[in-house]
């Protein structure tokens, strides 16, 4: 009787994580979209049963909500600094002015974005597309642009003190002095 009682346990732990993944399974975390709002993956924490009634059904891990999107927290606060962007699409995206110090945007699309007067500094845009994007007046002071594609960027007035460009594609690049 109560191997009966295991399997259904285990049965039901089974589904209400193949139904957690299903949901979570829709959504990119490592990608995450600016035009997709309220698309954050679940945390990590194990299912959970009651304590007292070892028989209970698993409780499935809690979506995160929205707020908790660095790519939201950045269109909605315009400030997102340290957070991890790694891979985010904000392909033509009007980022003027934000606080994006010491995020991590490794392999991020930024692809003809607006980036004026934006606060780069500390950034790691490794291997980010940056191509024909605007950092007219940007504090890109210590930021690394190492294998970026810089390729038609403005540059101009902006603060690269200290930044990395090793092996960034610099081609056309308008207002970067070398």
Excluded: Y
């Excluded at 399974?25 to 304590?51: F, I, M, W, Y």
């Excluded at 007219?136 to 403005?154: H, P, R």
Aim: with cysteine; net charge negative; hydrophobic share 40%.
């Amino acid at each position: 009787m109560k191997s009966v009682a295991v399997k259904k346990k285990i049965s039901l732990a089974a589904i209400a994580m193949l139904a957690a993944g299903v949901v979570v399974g829709c959504s990119k975390p490592e990608q995450p979209q600016a035009a997709e709002p309220n698309l954050a993956p679940a945390p990590t924490a194990p299912l959970q049963t009651n304590q007292q009634n070892p028989e209970s059904v698993p409780t499935p891990p809690t979506l995160v909500t929205a707020t908790s999107d660095p790519v939201q927290q950045l269109l909605s606060t315009r400030k997102c600094q340290g957070c991890n962007l790694r891979g985010a699409n904000l392909d033509k995206a009007d980022l003027n002015g934000v606080d994006l110090s010491n995020a991590i945007l490794i392999d991020a699309d930024l692809d003809e974005t607006n980036l004026s007067n934006a606060n780069l500094s500390g950034a790691d845009l490794t291997d980010a597309d940056l191509g024909k994007a605007n950092l007219t007046g940007a504090n890109l002071s210590k930021a690394n642009f190492t294998k970026a594609d810089l390729e038609d960027a403005n540059l101009t007035n902006a603060n690269v003190t200290d930044a990395i460009f090793t092996g960034a594609d610099l081609e056309r690049v308008i207002g970067l002095r070398r």
